[in-house]
């Protein structure tokens, strides 16, 4: 049975959407030690004996296997993505104990929570969570069970519009209307699947929200010749709104006291980010929250059907505040003149401008009747813009689905929009990256999900781009885009376009089998993607196995992450059947014998494994997902076998399931 062990008065976040019994915090201690910090938190201690495996965590760094690190559920804008970081964008602070018995935890606390997974000791696993705070355990069998039962817990993945499933061309920096046209024009050329032209920050007037440049004066019929083409334009929403005289959002907001406040409960706290100095919505205030989802609308009356929400962990260049400490602190420095260290003292003050927890702890929402710090909400800031957008969406596109999108999430947005994994690199451990945070961000219920592929900071290359795509055309989201200033990343940016149209054909193929997929397992509370050991639970040496990927429980993926590779080892845990996509449309499939395999995998090709009962359907391939065939499939795998494909609409909120057997004659 879950339960709940609460720690003093937990602020609501709405991760849990059915009913756990509560009680007392202290009863938590029957599974582990439990300590008092002096600043009132708490600390979870946990043995792991040497087999014991931990996963979850969601979007972290790191293995499938999280032991041998610390975490820190801290939502933080920070493009730096190297094995050493301990919090990223988003907080999800599930994991699963795969001990004697297996142990789910989750930490219900929006503020700062530390998982030490054996980094101050290696046998140990301690939890330091917020003197507020819920704390939910699963007890079960398998970490598959515990998974499933927590995704029950947390209620149903959103389902996106089926469209969200095509392919995404994306790059911060297309600013006129030349550059966007281009790519519908070039991907016509070329014949590239495309569903989806993503808008980032240079589409609106001096990075303000809701508006549009010069370039973008006539945007609806703008968006109407994408519309006419069937491709969707996808704008970027950031959280910080320019603070200036005469800009509607920030008039209003401050005359209506919709934006974060200050200590004094007064004055309006103000940040810099794009637009320079920002304020900042207060989505915990239901009327801010609505008023802000309600702008939206200028972009929905365009017929605009689907956004990406940005910078809202919330990312802070710098506060007025902090300048001014800087100002002050530089004044003196001038003053005393050079010393030892000097460099290092004027690169960190100021280097720790940004994201400053000082500026976070300022920071002040009014919360039922009471004023308290962002800091101990940190973490839903991100979750409630987004839920703000879902419940606008459901006024302003009556019965239709919307895509959204969001960087920093908690658990419980799940419910109402997907994530993207923030700012990778171009560089082949970032595939790895990905591969490690799918299955763990399944757990969570985050099925709609990808990275920039392609790697968005730093320069990529012809191959770096295709083995991307080649995870990519598993990733719900699967979106090519890429930062200002780095290489060109478009596909016609490289020779023999072929070859990277060859992938996109494969996953509009499994479109209809993996739109299906995800349908089951929104519905059915499942995993899209899980751990080998998730499903081979007999077997010891999956528990090792950390890139590859059971994509359901009938497909299995093995990534090329390597420059220059050739194929790669894959372990098959049982006979399965290789499929391999060729680059001249033909599938082969193959039966292998289980263990260690190398396996060639060339760039314009997809490989996969199925298992050996598993039917698979393939589509025709098509340039966009409104013209996929649904009726018209190709079924390959066990000439006994069966394939139940389900679908719906594709576009209408709560759109009825229909469900189809299919099988080889
Ligand atoms: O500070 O809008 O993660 O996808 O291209 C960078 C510009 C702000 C960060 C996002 C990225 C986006 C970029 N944004």
Redesign the pocket.
């Known amino acids: 049975m879950p339960q709940i062990y609460r720690f003093g008065t937990p602020i609501e976040t709405g991760a849990l959407a059915a009913s756990v019994p509560v009680e007392t915090g202290q009863a938590l201690k029957k599974y582990c030690t439990l300590e008092k910090d002096p600043q009132g938190g708490w600390k979870m201690i946990l043995a792991l004996q040497d087999n014991d495996v931990v996963y979850g965590l969601g979007e972290s760094m790191r293995g499938i296997n999280k032991r041998g690190w610390e975490y820190i559920a801290d939502n933080l804008?920070d493009?730096n993505l190297t094995e050493d970081r301990r919090n990223l964008y988003g907080a999800h602070n599930f994991l699963i104990v795969q001990s004697d018995p297996c142990l789910g935890i989750f930490i219900d606390a929006p503020e700062k929570v530390r998982f030490d997974i054996g980094f101050s000791r290696q046998d140990r696993l301690a939890i330091e969570f917020p003197g507020n705070a819920d704390v939910l355990i699963l007890e079960g069998e398998k970490p598959s069970a515990i998974a499933h039962e927590f995704r029950q817990l947390i209620g149903p993945s959103w389902i996106p519009p089926l469209f969200a499933f095509g392919f995404g061309q994306?790059r911060?920096g297309y600013a006129s209307k030349k550059d966007f046209e281009e790519i519908a024009l070039r991907a016509d050329e070329l014949r590239l699947p495309l569903d989806m032209i993503f808008m980032?920050?240079d589409y609106m007037d001096r990075y303000k929200d809701f508006t549009f440049s010069k370039e973008f004066s006539d945007f609806p019929s703008f968006a109407d010749f994408f519309r006419k083409q069937k491709l969707h334009l996808i704008p970027?929403i950031?959280a910080g709104v320019k603070e200036e005289t005469g800009y509607d959002v920030y008039e209003e907001g401050v005359k209506n006291n919709y934006f974060v406040k200050c200590e004094d409960g007064k004055t309006d706290f103000v940040g810099a980010v794009?637009p320079g100095y920002a304020l900042f919505p207060d989505f915990f205030n239901p009327k801010a929250a609505a008023w802000f989802g309600e702008k939206y609308k200028v972009l929905t009356d365009a017929g605009i059907d689907g956004f990406?929400n940005?910078?809202n962990e919330p990312?802070l260049f710098y506060s007025r505040q902090g300048m001014d400490r800087l100002r002050g602190w530089l004044a003196e420095y001038a003053k005393k003149g050079p010393e030892a260290y000097a460099m290092f003292a004027l690169e960190n003050h100021v280097g720790s401008l940004k994201n400053a927890p000082e500026d976070y702890r300022s920071m002040h929402h009014l919360l039922n009747g009471q004023w308290i710090s962002h800091e101990r909400l940190h973490n839903l800031y991100g979750a409630k813009m987004s839920e703000a957008a879902a419940n606008a969406f459901k006024k302003l596109r009556p019965g239709l689905r919307t895509l959204l999108f969001s960087?920093s999430s908690y658990i419980g947005m799940h419910r109402h929009s997907g994530i993207?994994t923030?700012?990778n690199c171009s560089w082949w451990d970032h595939i790895l990256l990905m591969i490690h945070q799918l299955p763990a961000l399944s757990m969570c219920g985050f099925l709609y999900s990808g990275c920039?592929l392609g790697g968005?900071g730093r320069d990529t290359t012809r191959d770096l781009l295709l083995r991307f795509l080649q995870l990519g055309v598993f990733t719900p989201l699967m979106r090519n885009?890429s930062?200002?200033g780095t290489r060109l990343q478009e596909i016609w940016q490289f020779e023999n376009p072929e070859d990277f149209r060859h992938l996109l054909d494969c996953r509009y193929r499994l479109i209809p089998w993996l739109y299906s997929e995800f349908l089951k397992a929104s519905v059915n509370n499942t995993l899209l993607f899980s751990p080998l050991s998730f499903v081979f639970d007999q077997d010891e040496f999956t528990k090792e196995v950390e890139d590859q990927l059971m994509l359901t429980e009938q497909v299995m993926i093995a990534p090329v992450y390597r420059q220059n590779a050739k194929g790669r080892l894959v372990w098959l845990p049982e006979a399965m059947r290789k499929v391999v996509m060729k680059p001249d449309g033909s599938v082969e499939t193959v039966m292998m014998e289980a263990g260690h395999h190398y396996v060639p995998y060339a760039l314009n090709e997809l490989v996969f494994f199925l298992r050996e009962e598993a039917l698979l359907p393939l589509a025709k391939p098509a340039l966009r997902t409104a013209d996929l065939d649904f009726e018209d499939l190709t079924l390959i795998g066990n000439p006994q076998g069966s394939y139940e494909l389900w679908t719906d609409d594709g576009i209408s909120l709560n759109a009825p399931i229909s469900k189809r057997l299919l099988r080889m004659e």
């Open positions: 804008d493009p994306s911060w980032d920050i970027i950031d794009w990406w940005d910078m990312a960087r993207w923030g700012d920039d968005f885009h930062a200002a």
